[in-house]
């Protein structure tokens, strides 16, 4: 009942920038978190940023001054704007929202990711 779409991916070279995006629809009571997480290929998955309900965010210490995470409520919607992107950024990039359907617990869903590389 509920999805998450990712768009933005593709090939920058170093020193570029990009910008992703996700939207959440489908039987949404409300969202609360919403991220952005990464995975290489031999590591495990690890979270970006995230940014609350009220617009507080957090980064990873590896992206912090060089990303920045936003969201818009009206569209159910959070970007993420990479500058200064280095090789260690190439992952496949997840959209992730905590959210509730009507009459459910929180739950964390995923979009089916987007693929970032950095490279010459």
């Known amino acids: 009942q509920v999805q998450l779409v990712e768009s933005g991916g593709g090939l920058v070279q170093p020193g570029g920038s990009l910008r992703l995006s996700c939207a959440a629809s489908g039987n949404i009571f409300r969202i609360y978190t919403m991220g952005w997480y990464r995975q290489a290929p031999g590591k495990q998955r690890e979270l970006v940023a995230d940014i609350s309900s009220g617009s507080r965010t957090n980064y990873a210490a590896s992206v912090a001054g060089r990303f920045t995470i936003s969201r818009d409520n009206a569209k159910n919607a959070v970007y993420l704007q990479m500058n200064s992107l280095k090789p260690e950024d190439t992952a496949v990039y997840y959209c992730?929202?905590?959210?509730?359907?009507?009459?459910?617990?929180?739950?964390?869903?995923w979009g089916k990711g987007t693929l970032v590389t950095v490279s010459s």
């Open positions: 992730n929202a905590d959210l509730t359907a009507w009459g459910t617990d929180v739950m964390a869903y």
